[in-house]
């Protein structure tokens, strides 16, 4: 009897902790009535066991069942209002609300307690040795109650169950199929049996109510399970177990019993708690083999075997597809094939990089996946920003998993909406479509492998057209620079030749006159000074692309500098009209000065040469520094600058005319200059003078 008393309260004491557990995640209406089932059926589970243990007087035991009776009827329409207000989301419960369920409940037990017709009187059973009621004449109410009460919960049930979606449907499922489990067994063992005055199991009632409270904790509480099927088959399953596991106790207890082994006086009534330890060991072990066995025979193992077989088969066909697009259709295809499921949707970069708060949950060790359920979100609420989630997560994007690169960073999401009929996920095919998505990474790696190698094979042949013809026009650039170049020596020689020829013969003849000959040896100078710059530059050209240039970095006062360099320009012509623009604000910077002046130079020299047939001859110098740059303009009134293509006009290989040999040659050696300077220099047309305009741009040290 002490072994009762505790299994007794235990169980009482467990259910409410594991309801307590249900409130800590749902405080609205719907759980409170749960609440009060769980207390009330908690109550009458106790007075039921006060009432056969008869450690009272049969005074007390008669207002003992009348209130078990009402308990009993007050537990179950809780259970009928918690399926009919069951909703995830949490309210605040009314008090007024609270007040008016108790004071009905206060007038159901009054009712029950003080009206003789329901239970008239109790009598002592000498055969069973415990109380037995003696119904009154008003105790059908109690199954018409009981009628009344499935009526009205199919009812409410089956609304509930297309009310809602996912889980949520799954979970009323659940609770329906458990609650009309448990209510058939409990009504067969109390009212039916009784009426034919059969009593079984009476004591072990408890043990039904405890199993049905932690089923119902697991569905509430779980965000997936095995399928209803598979769940129904297990509890068959379980059944079939622990009948067989009765019948084989039964048997050897009456086959040792012959042989005086095994003393017991009454079957469920245990005198020696060593006896029932042993027993309880041994009917536990003969329960675990018969029903892994069963189990491996008629469940889970083929399923999943099968499923992962699927699995591998749709493995094998993806992995043959190089193409996104193609991916994308076929993963739609095959998990509607496989899971039945609407839709499937690879999200791969950028779409992913909008998923902020998905990006911060999967970051987190341990988010292997993101179910949309009430509970994995109360769960995960310390990892999940609930008042933004919604914004990246839509309505039917029920499973959501992470896809990582070889270095763990997320490239994509895997996202799966629910079954037909809001339908869940297994654990087994949970597990199964991770492991597809970690395929599916590398899978993914593989087909940008496989397009970016397509690209470049694609595009290999017009490369090498594109690069072809870009090596024939240069080779055939520089074969007309070096026609021209050799026409620009030879000619100027020729001439100096032929002058110097004339010169020795007038110098024969005794007859020249000393203005004669130095008008000669002027020409002469001039053609050897032209054929000498020519050759300079070409050896300048050379010396760059063949050398490492360093650059000796001094700093000057470059205002300065810059205004003595125009200074010199203008007084070797002074028929060109130089206007000075140079900021006074320019002070020291790092350059090589040596070869900055020589882009100068050569600069204002090509000034000079643009405007060398223009009347008023202007050429504009300016200066200035900003935002840490130092900003150099010159700019001209010639005439014939915009006749040349500008695009190519610091080639080295430049060659429209003779006047581009020397302007490529010199502007090619002003653009290494400053390119060592990390600048910029550019050509355009003069928006003031319409001439040229060369720019500069280098940044200060």
């Known amino acids: 009897m002490y072994l009762y008393w505790f299994l007794y309260w235990f169980s009482i004491l467990f259910a409410i902790f594991l309801w307590g557990q249900i409130w800590h995640r749902y405080r609205n209406l719907s759980w409170l009535f749960f609440f009060l089932f769980v207390f009330f059926a908690s109550i009458w589970n106790g007075l039921y066991f006060l009432f056969f243990s008869g450690i009272t007087n049969p005074d007390a035991l008669l207002y003992i069942t009348r209130i078990a009776f009402a308990t009993w009827i007050i537990s179950v329409y809780n259970l009928l209002f918690f399926v009919y207000f069951f909703q995830n989301k949490t309210k605040k419960v009314s008090l007024t609300k609270i007040l008016k369920i108790i004071s009905i409940f206060l007038w159901i037990i009054i009712f029950f307690v003080f009206t003789p017709y329901i239970i008239s009187d109790i009598h002592f059973s000498e055969t069973d040795k415990v109380y037995r009621e003696i119904y009154g004449s008003v105790f059908l109410l109690v199954p018409i109650t009981y009628i009344f009460f499935i009526t009205l919960f199919t009812y409410f049930s089956y609304k509930k169950v297309f009310e809602n979606n996912g889980l949520d449907r799954i979970r009323i499922r659940n609770i329906v199929i458990a609650t009309y489990t448990w209510l058939l067994l409990l009504i067969t063992l109390q009212v039916f049996l009784p009426l034919l005055w059969i009593w079984i199991l009476e004591k072990e009632i408890i043990f039904i109510y405890l199993t049905f409270i932690v089923f119902l904790h697991y569905t509430i509480t779980r965000y997936y399970f095995s399928s209803i099927g598979y769940g129904i088959a297990k509890l068959i399953i379980f059944l079939i177990s622990f009948w067989l596991v009765m019948v084989i106790m039964g048997i050897l207890e009456l086959s040792l019993k012959e042989i005086h082994v095994w003393s017991i006086n009454n079957y469920w009534l245990v005198d020696n708690f060593t006896e029932f330890i042993i027993k309880f060991l041994i009917g536990l072990t003969v329960y675990q083999i018969i029903y892994t066995y069963l189990r491996r025979q008629f469940l889970g193992v083929i399923w999943q075997a099968q499923l992962h077989a699927t699995m591998q088969s749709l493995q094998k066909r993806i992995s043959q597809i190089t193409n996104i697009e193609n991916l994308q259709k076929e993963l739609r295809i095959c998990m509607n094939n496989v899971f039945k499921t609407s839709s499937c949707e690879l999200l791969l970069i950028p779409e992913i990089e909008k998923r902020i708060q998905l990006n911060n949950f999967f970051s987190i060790p341990g988010n292997t996946i993101f179910i949309n359920d009430f509970v994995f979100i109360e769960e995960h609420k310390n990892s999940i920003d609930i008042s933004k989630i919604g914004n990246e997560v839509f309505k039917n994007d029920f499973l959501i998993l992470p896809l ?37 990474e590398i899978h993914l790696k593989y087909i940008r492998t ?18 072809t013809i870009e090596y024939n026009n240069i080779i055939n650039r520089q074969k007309e620079f070096i026609s021209i170049i050799s026409h620009e020596i030879r000619s100027p020689i020729g001439s100096a030749i032929f002058q110097s020829d004339s010169i020795i013969d007038d110098l024969d003849s005794d007859t020249i006159k000393p203005e004669k000959l130095k008008e000669e040896l002027s020409i002469l100078n001039k053609q050897l000074v032209r054929t000498g710059g020519l050759i300079s530059k070409l050896f300048s050209v050379q010396y760059y692309d063949t050398h490492s240039v360093n650059l000796f970095r001094e700093n000057i006062e470059f205002g300065k500098f810059l205004e003595y360099e125009v200074e010199l320009f203008s007084h070797v012509h002074s028929w060109v009209s130089f206007q000075s623009k140079i ?8 350059i090589d000065k040596i070869q900055i002046q020589q882009v100068i130079n050569n600069l204002l020299d090509n000034a000079v040469k643009f405007i060398s047939d223009t009347n008023n001859p202007i050429i504009i110098i300016s200066a200035n520094k900003k935002w840490n740059n130092l900003y150099i303009s010159i700019e001209d009134n010639g ?17 429209w005319n003779r006047w581009t040999v020397w302007l490529g040659m010199g502007l090619y050696l002003c653009k290494k200059i400053i390119s060592m300077h990390n600048g910029i220099i550019k050509a355009s047309v003069s928006p003031s003078l319409h001439g040229a305009m060369f720019s500069i741009t280098i940044p200060i040290i």
Do not use: C, R
């Open 450 to 467: 496989y397009v970016t190698i397509e690209e470049l094979s694609t595009n290999l042949d017009k490369k090498v057209d594109e690069k």
């Open 404 to 440: 990582h690169s070889t270095n763990g960073h997320i490239i994509g999401l895997l996202k799966f909406w629910p079954k037909p009929l809001g339908d869940f996920y297994t654990k087994i095919e949970i597990d199964e479509i991770q492991s597809f998505s970690f395929f599916l």
């Open 583 to 590: 900021d006074k604000n320019i002070w020291f910077m790092a």
């Open 639 to 655: 005439k014939w600058f915009e006749w040349i293509e500008i695009k190519d006009i610091f080639d080295k290989y430049s060659t």
